[in-house]
């Protein structure tokens, strides 16, 4: 079962298209044993670690930024989906503040990563709503 240590509050997991209203769009990826995300402006920043870890070959991450972990997910994609239901607006939208964007020359090539789209409501109201892969 996964185990989390993210200290948000908001218990609602739903990834229903009405859990929420529009929200700020980000994308997730998971290459090279790290977490990326974009936002609407391609800006691309690395939120920690995602790897696979033990004997089980479950996953596990490590944000850098506030430090929450999640573990035993049977998946990259799972993690992610993971970050994304437990990652506030803020927090996120802050990392593009504070973090080096990855563009240009030294941007991962993201193509073929696992990746996931959320859309994030910037006044919290509501669960982060997962949109489904194209």
């Known amino acids: 079962m996964p185990v989390s240590t993210n200290t948000n509050t908001n218990t609602n997991t739903s990834a229903s298209p ?4 529009a929200g700020a769009r980000f994308v997730l990826y998971a290459l090279q044993g790290r977490v990326y995300a974009s936002n609407v402006k391609h800006k691309l920043v690395d939120l ?4 696979q870890e033990g004997e089980d070959g479950t996953y596990a991450y490590l944000l850098d ?3 929450a972990t999640g573990s035993g997910f ?5 993690a ?21 964007d990855l563009g240009g020359a030294y941007r991962p ?10 859309s994030l409501d ?12 194209a």
């Open 80 to 100: 992610l989906a993971h970050i994304a239901q437990t990652t506030s607006f803020l927090f996120l939208d802050g990392q593009f503040t504070a973090l080096e």
């Open 18 to 21: 009405s859990a929420a209203p």
């Open 122 to 133: 910037p006044l919290g109201r509501g669960a982060p709503v997962i949109h489904a892969p």
């Open 74 to 78: 049977a998946g990259a994609r799972e």
């Open 109 to 118: 090539d993201l193509a073929d990563a696992p990746q996931l789209e959320v």
């Open 65 to 67: 930024g506030d430090k």
């Open 48 to 51: 920690g670690r995602l790897a």
